[in-house]
């Protein structure tokens, strides 16, 4: 059973750089064929994926993101990372890890998720 925990801090302030890492545990995140994604929710509105590492390294970002998101892992520790700079208050949401064994349609149909993490970009 793969099993996600998110970590990073609660508060960023604007202009700043967000960075959040999550650690995976029950398999490797070099196992094909999975696809290991972060994925916001805002106040008050739905899930946003942000984009995703797969497998093999290959990364995927949002059209709406793809100029201030980085994503990246850390094999040795079993971690895949977020970095968003340039943070603003439109930003304050619960950031998620998530995973699937398949790389098709990446924004949708992940079975295994963090419990969420709470991100909130205030001066």
């Known amino acids: 059973q793969v099993q996600l925990q998110e970590s990073g801090p609660g508060l960023v302030k604007p202009s700043q750089m967000l960075s959040l890492a999550c650690t995976v545990s029950?398999?490797?995140?070099?196992?094909?064929?999975?696809?290991w994604s972060w994925i916001r929710q805002p106040p008050g509105k739905g899930l946003e994926w942000m984009g995703a590492?797969?497998?093999?390294?290959?990364?995927y970002y949002s059209p709406s993101l793809k100029s201030r998101a980085s994503i990246s892992r850390d094999t040795s520790k079993n971690q895949f990372s977020l970095q968003l700079s340039s943070v603003t208050p439109e930003d304050t949401a619960i950031y998620y890890c998530a995973a699937k064994q398949d790389s098709y349609d990446l924004r949708s149909g992940y079975g295994y998720w963090g419990q969420g993490t709470q991100v909130t970009v205030s001066s």
């Open positions: 029950g398999d490797s995140i070099t196992t094909a064929y999975y696809t």
């Open positions: 590492i797969a497998y093999d390294g290959s990364t």
